[in-house]
Structures are given as C-alpha cells and as structure tokens.
C-alpha cells in the first residue's frame, strides 16, 4: 500500500486499444479480486494504460502477472485536496516553487475528502516539500478504507 516514505505503489496496467480489451482486464481485476480505489484511462495510438490505486498492490501485480497481464509497478503520491476553487494551486504551487514537475495525474473525489494522485519527478523531494508546506499527504489506512 504505501510506506512511511508518503509514497503509495500505483498499477499500470497495458492495455490493447481495440474493442473488448477493457472488459477483459476489468473481468481478470474481478476475477483477482482487485478492488481499485482510483482510477484512470489514458490512451496513445496502440495501447491505454489503465492506472490504478488498489488494496493490495504487491498481491495485485503478482495475481495480474500470471493471468500474463502486462503491468508495471510505480510511485505516485496521494494528496488530500478540498473540494473547493484554488485547492489544486496549494500543491500545485508548492511543487513549482521546488521546481518538482508533475508527469500526471488523475483526482478521486470520495465522501469525506478528495485525493489528487500524482506521479512526479522527484517524489521523495515532493513528499518533503509538501510535509514542510503544511499539504496532507494520504495515509494508508485512508487507501484502504476509502476517504
């Protein structure tokens, strides 16, 4: 899930851009019992990788990789925004002023707080940097129990 380094294991997992392929994976998650938590679907000409936030992400790639799913394992941060104008801009500013550059990322908006996953250049700077700068970062009982 994630260590006390602030950082939380992400899925990325491949997936052929043709008619099916979607429900397919979506099938072999629910067949693993994988239980995605965020979320998101990006695109090139060949292939999408669904990116994802899960329960168990270790057990996840290991059970994805012997249904011969192609996945790859990375580093993403969960920051805890409000749901409110300029709440992006706080972390978003931090990272810039540090001069950290977000790669991407994709948001979950749950009950209780709104999350911002992202992948950056420097992600052990980025959790310092955002610690010193007063931005809560994800814990991982709020990964596990949804926030």
């Known amino acids: 899930m994630m260590s006390d380094d602030g950082l939380i294991t992400q899925l990325s997992i491949f997936v052929n851009n043709e008619p099916g392929r979607l429900a397919y994976i979506a099938s072999v998650l629910k067949d693993c019992g994988i239980n995605m938590h965020a979320f998101n679907l990006a695109e090139s000409a060949d292939f999408g990788i669904l990116r994802a936030v899960v329960d168990d992400p ?6 994805l990789k012997a249904k011969g799913i192609i996945v790859k394992k990375t580093e993403v941060i969960g920051v805890l925004i409000e749901d409110t104008p300029g709440a992006l801009f706080k972390a978003a ?8 550059n977000i790669e991407y990322g994709y948001a979950y908006s749950g009950k209780k707080a709104s999350v911002f ?6 992600p052990g700077k980025a959790v310092e940097v955002l610690r010193q700068n007063g931005v809560r970062i994800m814990s991982s009982g709020e990964i596990r129990w949804g926030i």
């Open 117 to 122: 996953y992202i992948r950056v250049s420097d």
């Open 58 to 63: 270790e057990g996840s790639y290991s059970k």
């Open 93 to 100: 500013d931090v990272f810039g002023k540090a001069g950290i």
